[in-house]
T-cell receptor, first 116, second 112 residues
Framework: DTGVSQDPRHKITKRGQNVTFRCDPISEHNRLYWYRQTLGQGPEFLTYFQNEAQLEKSRLLSDRFSAERPKGSFSTLEIQRTEQGDSAMYLC??????????????FGEGSWLTVV | GNSVTQMEGPVTLSEEAFLTINCTYTATGYPSLFWYVQYPGEGLQLLLKATKADDKGSNKGFEATYRKETTSFHLEKGSVQVSDSAVYFCALGGTSYGKLTFGQGTILTVHP
């Protein structure tokens, strides 16, 4: 049983460049989440997909950020014109809701972004 | 809105000591509560959960009881090991789709 997979694990980019992260959720999980975590803080919610539909975006997600989940399976998070303040770990998570066990969210190992 | 408050860290213990990490929450409705653990350089791993009042979640010797009357979900372990050194996050899942709200995390260091 594979977990949530994220790629790349580490990315160093120059300010102003675009970066894209990919997330492969646990197979058959219909819910997919993106979170951002900075050093010494808990993860902060960015956005959520139910299948291919993006149903909520945090106000943290500026217009430089865009996320997609085109076929309801993997997802991408793109950051355009990166700024130093974007340096963080970007966490992907997935879940499968059911009436018995509710909604338990499983996280990937994260993609570290450093903007220089 | 929903919020989670964890005890300030870092927490430093000797091996085999008793561990308590306090967590209190503010939420509307009936949230689910979770503890996640994060080892250095890694993502979050689900440690345990409780979905309704008076439920006790347990895993790997860790326990936490969902106390609605005190809005708390304190994490406990009777005898910690060096391998338990990590950051522990309390989280609340309060919406219909389960978006998590996290506390700020508590760093635990266990010395031999």
């Amino acid at each position: 049983d594979t977990g949530v997979s994220q790629d790349p694990r580490h990315k160093i980019t120059k300010r102003g460049q675009n970066v894209t992260f990919r997330c492969d959720p646990i197979s058959e999980h219909n819910r997919l989440y993106w979170y951002r975590q900075t050093l010494g803080q808990g993860p902060e919610f960015l956005t959520y997909f139910q299948n291919e539909a993006q149903l909520e975006k945090s106000r943290l997600l500026s217009d430089r950020f865009s996320a997609e989940r085109p076929k309801g399976s993997f997802s991408t998070l793109e950051i355009q014109r990166t700024e130093q303040g974007d340096s963080a770990m970007y966490l992907c998570a997935s879940s499968l809701w059911d009436s018995l066990s509710g909604n338990t969210i499983y996280f990937g190992e994260g993609s570290w972004l450093t903007v220089v | 809105g929903n919020s989670v408050t964890q005890m300030e860290g870092p927490v430093t213990l000797s091996e085999e000591a008793f561990l308590t990490i306090n967590c209190t929450y503010t939420a509307t409705g009936y949230p689910s509560l979770f503890w996640y653990v994060q080892y250095p350089g890694e993502g979050l791993q689900l440690l345990l959960k409780a979905t309704k009042a008076d439920d006790k979640g347990s895993n790997k010797g860790f326990e936490a009881t969902y106390r609605k009357e005190t809005t708390s979900f304190h994490l406990e372990k009777g005898s910690v090991q060096v391998s338990d050194s990590a950051v522990y996050f309390c989280a609340l899942g309060g919406t219909s789709y389960g978006k998590l709200t996290f506390g700020q995390g508590t760093i635990l260091t266990v010395h031999p």
